[in-house]
């Protein structure tokens, strides 16, 4: 029964925050190019974490891919420009052309959410995750990779998965404000308040003016505040139950033995007499 009453506490302060926000500035890479646009990244640099520089010499890029990014900065530029609707057939373009294009994925559903098509941005956002699993298995140094599968995760309604994500994420670049601000969202969206103060409360130490962080962390205090009070009014709650649960058996014995002592003497059978 406690256990049941934890569980129901936990989901009824579960806030229902969402992380979907046009970050025209954010820094995220993967194999091809970087959310703002900048056709020049690549995973390369991504690999040099933690002090290890990667052995393995860049892929060279087909003509596929090459026209795949072309179309990706294209369709990056008119999403940022909120020209949804030329963004979704420039990201189109781009998987159709080289359909391990994780990060297209990733934006094609974006751009599908913000023309209200749920259906289309679920199933991009699925495609999303499949090629980040594959790309992280071929390189677990990659930040970048791990935030944006992330990403993809939450926006599939899969917190649990975000949060693994996006730990793995800040665990590689743990100075990165965007990757802690979008993990604390993430621990909010799980109850998980304490952790989400943590995670925040350094996101705005790293960038005072991350307004958005100091918000987020706002409710992350008041939803932890929320939670201990919830959590003793709970416990006292199961106080009162188990003494009204001892009174009760008390009682009970009480009248039980009260019950016995007062029961009438038997009378003892008559002997005849012998004449």
Not at 9 to 35: D, E, M, Y
Not at 49 to 59: K, Q, R, V
Not at 230 to 254: H, P, V
């Amino acid at each position: 029964m406690r256990k049941f009453f934890l569980i129901l506490l936990l989901v009824s302060l579960a806030p229902g925050l969402a992380s979907c926000k046009r970050r025209g500035s954010q820094s995220s890479t993967n194999q091809h190019a970087t959310l703002s646009g900048d056709s020049t990244a690549s995973t390369s640099s991504n690999n040099e974490t933690e002090g290890e520089a990667s052995t393995e010499p860049p892929a060279e890029e087909t003509a596929e891919q090459k026209d795949a990014r072309a179309l990706f900065d294209k369709g990056n530029e008119l999403y940022r420009n909120d020209r949804d609707r030329e963004a979704i057939e420039a990201f189109k373009q781009a998987v159709n052309l080289d359909p391990e294009f994780a990060e297209a994925h990733l934006k094609l559903g974006l751009a599908y959410a913000a023309q209200g098509q749920a259906k289309e941005a679920k199933e991009s956002y699925q495609k999303s995750v499949d090629a980040y699993k594959k790309l992280v298995k071929r390189e677990p140094k990659n930040a970048d990779a791990q935030f944006n599968m992330g990403m993809a995760y939450y926006k599939l309604n899969q917190p649990e998965d975000a949060v693994k994500a996006y730990r793995q994420a800040v665990k590689l670049q743990p100075d990165d404000g965007d990757m802690l601000y979008e993990l604390g969202l993430a621990e909010m969206k799980l109850a998980q308040y304490q952790e989400a103060v943590n995670d925040l409360q350094k996101a705005t130490e790293l960038d005072p003016d991350n307004f958005r962080a100091g918000e987020a962390l706002d409710k992350a205090k008041e939803g932890s505040k929320r939670m201990q009070e919830a959590r003793k009014r709970l416990e006292d709650q199961m106080k009162k139950q188990d003494g009204a649960s001892k009174n009760k058996n008390q009682n009970g014995n009480t009248n039980t033995n009260s019950n016995s002592n007062s029961a009438p003497a038997t009378s003892p059978k008559p002997t005849s007499k012998t004449t």
